[in-house]
């Protein structure tokens, strides 16, 4: 018995030493959350304007863009619960902060990450990266490991890219944001159009409705709480996208926020119908490109300072 247990031993030691020298390098390696975490907290007493919510402002508004000095701490699949949690971590170290762009789209009122299956549940993510405990279950293992939660494979894969200067395993740039050169064709446009507004269709779910606005009202009133003005937008859709879009669904998030904007004395910007924006402002159909970036921020930059003004 003694033989079978040393030479067990011996044989899953090598394995676990690999296993714990991937996990270390894990942690050590760039990471997209990790990389927000520190670019936001270095600048904690000087941003005056953050931008949260979810892809669609992650890649809609570009800081460069604005006058005042401005951090994009957006995030793919990042849901109202998210946005609150690091509102409440971080508004009271942001003396300087006076305003938070934040989104809301047509999935907005009727999605929520941390209920998701597989890469869009962001619950993990947050508890390694930004210390979250919320919604994680103490017993399984990607509360603890990123090996876990990455996968061994993504894990290798990620390392050997890094180290042969393939990947910088960071997507965004200095400011916090995220941009495609690239635009679609009408036709991959009108296709995507289909694809995602399926998508998102089939993922919504208005039981969350009363959750989702509770916690938006929760957002607006943390930030008034320190003199922080929210402006809400809706950043604008690629036609193909919105034929997609449920009347129903898409009436509830506006009229919903525009009555929490009237009610608060906040801005309430809806550009998901503009016709300002054409094909090559667009990244796909939901999301804006680098051009459409920087007209809908120079736009948003103008609302801002009028009200600055």
């Known amino acids: 018995m003694r033989s079978i247990i040393i030479r067990f031993a011996l044989f899953a030691l090598p394995i676990i030493l690999l296993l714990g020298g991937l996990e270390y390098l894990q942690r050590e390696l760039p990471h997209d959350y990790k990389q927000k975490r520190e670019l936001l907290e ?18 809609a508004v570009n800081p460069e863009y604005l ?88 894990s290798v894969d990620r390392s050997m890219r890094y180290f042969k200067g393939q990947d910088t395993l960071v997507e965004f740039n200095k400011d916090g944001w995220y941009f495609w050169d690239d635009s679609m064709t009408t036709a991959q446009l009108i296709n995507n159009g289909i694809q995602s507004g399926t998508y998102h269709n089939q993922f919504y779910d208005e039981s969350l409705h009363s959750h989702n606005v509770a916690l938006l009202d929760s957002i607006i009133s943390v930030c008034k709480k320190f003199d922080v003005i929210p402006v809400l937008v809706s ?75």
């Open 67 to 154: 006058d005042l000095k401005s951090f994009n701490l957006a995030y793919t699949a990042q849901t109202f619960t998210f946005d609150y949690f690091l509102l409440e971590k971080y508004l009271e170290q942001m003396p300087s902060l006076k305003y938070i762009i934040y989104p809301i789209s047509y999935p907005s009122y009727g999605s929520e990450a941390y209920l998701f299956d597989g890469i869009y549940n962001k619950t993990y993510y947050f508890k390694h990266f930004f210390g979250s405990n919320a919604f994680t279950k103490w017993y399984e293992p990607e509360n603890y490991s990123l090996v876990s939660l990455l996968t061994v494979k993504r």
């Open 42 to 59: 270095a600048g904690l007493g000087d941003w005056e304007c953050l931008v949260l919510g979810s892809s669609h402002s992650y890649l």
């Open 235 to 309: 950043t604008p859709m690629h036609k193909s996208y919105q034929k997609e879009m449920k009347k129903s669904r898409y009436d509830f998030m506006v009229n919903t926020t525009d009555s929490l904007a009237r009610v608060n004395d906040i801005p309430y910007l809806n550009l998901t119908e503009s016709p300002d924006y054409e094909r090559a402002d667009f990244m796909d159909a939901n999301h804006l490109g680098k051009e459409g970036a920087r007209k809908f921020t120079s736009y948003l930059n103008g609302v801002i300072m009028n009200i600055e003004n």
